[in-house]
């Protein structure tokens, strides 16, 4: 499986009309495209309605049909605040969700293609920290049904099935106490040609081991996933860019500055591989940025149940005068 993870919130080219609504062309991977034609979604953004802070959101598929509504704190990229509801490409509801400053909060509910509820989680009214862990589970399962309707979880208790993305097939299961994941559970990644057995107890992961299609096994504690990282985090890797950088010279003499925004992949073994420039500022500033990454040290892979995976990664860096 191809993870997609964006190291800081990026900003992104918009076409404005009249300072009120905001157009961004989309493919499903996130990335930002110039031409609506080859776009998977477009996304409109319009001002805030009176006597309200919040952008109006609403994304489309090509067929016209509604992908998310909601509201943002922001134009681009959005940062949703209160109901965010968002549509299956059949025009039947795919999840409703509340979200606070920080994250979803309260009752979440997913729905089936046809229209079914397929669970019910519970997150934290409130999240006073941020988990580090992108992957980390805070919610509660509260609900969860079959696709014909038939309750497998109620009131938080019961023998959980889980769906892949796109409901092609059971991926995870096991049983569920007081909302939390509790004993043994089994599952299978088909993108990553594994299958997996894991042990929790109170909806802690106590243990995982891992099967893949040539017969290796991993074993993994605690998280079933971890991102790439820089060796030392991120304020090691802002001092790699300080101590290595070069500030161009053309781009010195006229006083351009900027925040280049480069994607990549780091690989399996931490080496980095396919850099690309997804937001640039000038033809020097955009270059050095590359350069300077293409003299980075290998960095720790990201992992899923043990196994180290390929992840395309986003880091913007700043170029500025002192």
Known sequence: MKLVLVALLLGATFVCCAQQVSVFYLKNSGRYIANRDSADYVRIVSAPDSGSLLYNVAEYYKNGNKKTVGKSTHINPPRYRGQTVNY???GNPKSRYQYGDKGAV???YEFYPNGKLYRQLKYPDSITTTNENHFAVNYLIVANLDSLGKPQ??????YYKGFDDKFAYINEEGPIKDGKRDGNWKGTEKNLKLTFTE???????????????AGATFTYNRERATAPKFDGGLPAFG???GKNMVYPKDERRNEIEGIVILQFIVEKDGSISDIRIQRSVSPGLDAEAVRVLKKSPAWIPGT????????????????KLQ
């Open 153 to 158: 979880i109620t009131d938080g208790q019961g």
């Open 199 to 213: 042990t929790y107890k109170d909806g802690a992961l106590l243990s995982g081991n891992t099967v893949d299609s």
């Open 88 to 90: 299956f490409e059949n």
């Open 239 to 241: 001092r790699f860019l």
């Open 106 to 108: 309260g009752s979440a």
């Open 304 to 319: 899923r149940f043990g196994k180290p995976v390929k992840v395309t990664y986003a880091v913007p860096i700043n170029f």
